[in-house]
């Protein structure tokens, strides 16, 4: 498999539903919530929406058919610590993480019913960064950042994942990254990898993923 790398740009407008973004807010179909997780207080917490990829746009790139190439696969983590919010509990370190640190939504079909589910704090302030449009490459300039689906581990220092873990591949890495209205900083600026079983992969099941934080 062949990494695809994502490209971040400011839109010049609002995106429309199902496109492509990094962070702002995801879109999800008519009766689907916005995924929570049951923290240890016994209250349930929002994850942090990452990124949405219509895979459509990758299809091009998918040369090893890796990947489904329609719907929408949206990424959410326990990432607030990472994003500058230091009162938060890292849910994800060095190493492979628990089944509810991370949540990946894969919905086949893109439709009319999608529509921003937007998050907003006590004041009404929309509480996600700004979304960012993805646009998608085979090779990125260096010392660019290196969001990537299929990544290979370049920021393993070791050859294997932790058992069981030891031939899961890395289904999206965010890499630590900045610009305007955010900054993400994973350990010393390392990187974020979601893990997936090969077998899952192949059968496009995306309910059992896993995450860490790898920094060298």
């Known amino acids: 498999m062949e990494p695809i790398y994502l490209k971040l740009s400011k839109p010049a407008g609002k995106l429309p539903p199902g496109s492509s973004r990094f962070w702002g807010n995801p879109d999800l179909p008519a009766g689907t919530d916005y995924p929570v997780y049951t923290a240890a207080d016994g209250e349930e917490y929002p994850y942090e929406f990452v990124c949405q990829i219509n895979l459509a746009d ?71 960064p700004a979304e960012w449009r993805i646009g998608f490459v085979r090779d990125i300039r260096r010392y660019a950042p290196e969001h990537a689906l299929l990544a290979p581990p370049n920021h393993r220092e070791w050859e294997t ?56």
Do not use: C
């Open 161 to 216: 994942w932790d058992p069981p873990y030891e031939d899961w591949q890395i289904l999206l890495q965010v890499d630590s990254d900045e610009d305007e209205g955010f900054r993400l900083n994973f350990m010393d600026w390392g990187v974020l990898d979601f893990l997936i079983a090969p077998d899952d992969l192949r059968d496009r099941h995306f309910g059992n993923v896993r995450a860490i934080v790898l920094s060298t």
């Open 58 to 128: 990758v299809a091009s790139l998918d040369s090893g058919d890796a990947l489904p190439h329609e719907g929408l696969l949206s990424f959410f983590a326990k990432i607030g610590y990472y994003m500058g919010r230091l009162d938060d509990i890292p849910g994800i370190g060095g190493y492979v993480s628990a089944a509810d640190d991370v949540k990946v939504l894969y919905f086949p079909k893109v439709d009319g019913s999608f529509r921003e589910t937007v998050l907003v704090d006590d004041g009404g302030m929309q509480v996600n």
